[in-house]
């Protein structure tokens, strides 16, 4: 992403410039189970879990830039500043299926079904527009006033002397409240948000919040909205009852993004220079944590069927220094650890997730391409919903999940000494070197590629369930051999692991082989 300035400008939804690559991602811990049959079936394996990671991917393009991105129902609503069209995405078949002409530089979307609209806001220019949702037709603009603002020249003359300038304002974020009936615009320029009567489409007034607003999103359960402040670097908390700003939440430097979780009742935001994601409690209206990351954070979604935030960074900065351009990080909800992450070849402007269907669609601004990413189906996803239902089971007590999919399976239960020998050695003993993880990463993307299937296999199957665990006990006996390093020794570990590859080659591999080519020989020998 290319900022010209850390700091909002005036034309900054235009301005702004980033890119996403269609590498999804793995994440490190993962199961042990299979971990030296790897060696022998990753022929069979590897060419169909590769295939899926690629079929989970698609590349849209929607344009000359690709902005905002807005799911309702079946459709996704991207806006296009560069060209000045809002393009529809049929969701399931990842196919253009309509163009909405707009106006050049429209930015965000705000799709109100049960009005059968769409509301867009345009840079520099104040009014909120409208179309018919159906149709695309134009309905008309929303005069929300205070089209020009004149300020003071920057310059280093004294006051007396300075030349005033006159600006264009803008309307930006916006978002509408099912239980009032009302739109909420977020007039930026003049530092306050304005309220829409969506059955009318006029301005009943406006909110005063703090310096320099963005975007706002609304808690439907409270009636309560929340507005992220640029300049005064805090967000902005609105009674919408009473229509007034009742506190302002300082969470870090130039608050960005949001994400409402319903489940856990928390507000996260991102932060354009500070290195972490803000957690506000939905109940009480305060700062709960701030969740450290590597760099300044930007666009942010939620999972909401798995309950996993999908969190990327700020690209580096002169202000902010080191970012970490180039990675989605993912955070559990339910304990706000994060659990994985994704490498991409870029940071997205946002992300939005379909979680009922388990699609995501995230924007790149300057490519005109939004991409399209089937969570259910990509291999790289699975270990990173293990994951997160591992740590959450961990962080309630109750028994560690593991992710051992097939020998939780074969033994019937996550409880079984055998599951739980496999969990101890990944965790104490394999994960505890660079190189042991290093593998553990590789080995969880082949892994979770089939193991779910075979898992539902041996639930439905008892027959199959018992010579899966005929099958891997031999195995898993031998890696008590693995006990014998000590935690961290590199050269233990890797000694160890060959020893045990090799003994697992020459039961599963060399002994049969070797039976297979006696019995063979005295068929031969008896012809």
């Not at 530089?105 to 806001?121: C, D, S």
């Not at 390093?485 to 020893?499: F, H, M, Q, R």
Request: aromatic content about 8%; hydrophobic content about 40%; proline content about 4%.
């Amino acid at each position: 992403m290319v900022l010209r300035n850390i700091y909002p400008t005036r034309n900054f939804w235009v301005d702004l410039k980033t890119h996403i690559g269609n590498n999804t991602l793995m994440v490190e811990k993962g199961s042990l189970f299979l971990l030296f049959a790897t060696v022998f079936s990753m022929i069979l394996i590897m060419p169909s879990s590769y295939a899926q990671e690629d079929t989970a991917v698609t590349l849209i393009e929607v344009g000359n830039t690709a902005l905002f991105v807005e799911i309702s129902g079946e459709k996704v609503y991207v806006s296009n500043p560069a060209d000045g069209t809002i393009s529809v995405i049929d969701g399931s078949t990842n196919e253009i299926i309509d163009t909405i002409q707009s106006k050049i530089g429209v930015t965000v979307l705000e799709v109100v079904e049960e009005k059968n609209k769409i509301y867009a806001t345009v840079s520099d220019y104040a009014p909120v527009l409208v179309y018919d949702l159906t149709t695309g037709e134009n309905l008309g603009e929303i005069d929300i006033g205070e089209p020009e603002i004149t300020l003071w020249s920057k310059s280093d003359k004294p006051y007396g002397q300075r030349e005033y300038v006159t600006f264009q304002t803008q309307a930006i974020g916006l978002a509408y409240n099912p239980n009032t009936e009302l739109l909420y615009a977020v007039h930026s320029t003049v530092n306050h948000v304005n309220v829409i009567d969506t059955n009318t489409d006029t301005n009943l007034g406006d909110i005063p919040v703090g310096s320099a607003p963005l975007l706002i999103t609304i808690d439907e359960k409270r009636n309560v909205g929340y507005v992220t402040n640029w300049e005064s670097s805090d967000v902005s908390v609105i009674d919408l009852e009473s229509q007034t700003t009742t506190k302002n939440l300082q969470t870090g430097f130039v608050p960005d993004q949001m994400q409402i979780d319903y489940d856990n009742d928390q507000l996260y935001v991102t932060h354009h220079a500070s290195p972490h994601v803000t957690v506000i409690d939905l109940r009480t209206q305060e700062i709960g944590e701030k969740i450290q990351l590597d760099g300044p954070t930007h666009a942010i979604a939620l999972d909401t069927k798995n309950n996993i935030l999908h969190v990327t960074y700020m690209p580096d900065s002169g202000v902010t220094g080191l970012g970490a351009e180039g990675k989605v990080e993912f955070i559990d909800t339910d304990t706000n650890k994060v659990v994985g992450s994704f490498t991409i070849d870029e940071n997205p402007f946002i992300i939005n997730i379909d979680s009922e269907n388990q699609r995501l669609f995230a924007s790149v601004v300057n490519e005109g391409v939004v991409v399209a990413v089937d969570l259910a189906n990509d291999v790289q996803y699975l270990p990173v919903v293990s994951d997160s239902e591992e740590i959450s089971e961990s962080a309630d007590d109750s028994p560690v999940g593991g992710g051992c999919l097939i020998a939780t399976a074969a033994y019937g239960t996550e409880l079984a000494p055998q599951v739980q020998f496999l969990r101890e050695i990944r965790d104490n003993t394999v994960m505890s070197t660079a190189s042991g993880a290093a593998f553990m990463t590789g080995f969880n993307q082949l892994y979770y590629s089939f193991s779910p299937t075979i898992a539902d296999m041996e639930r439905e199957n008892p027959m199959f369930q018992e010579a899966v665990r005929a099958f891997i006990t031999p195995m898993i006996s031998t890696l008590s051999i693995m006990t014998l390093a000590d935690n961290g020794s590199e050269t233990e570990v890797l000694g160890l692991g060959l020893s045990v590859i090799a003994l697992n080659l020459g039961m599963y591999v060399a002994a049969p082989a070797t039976a297979a080519f006696a019995i063979n020989k005295q068929l031969k020998s008896r012809r």
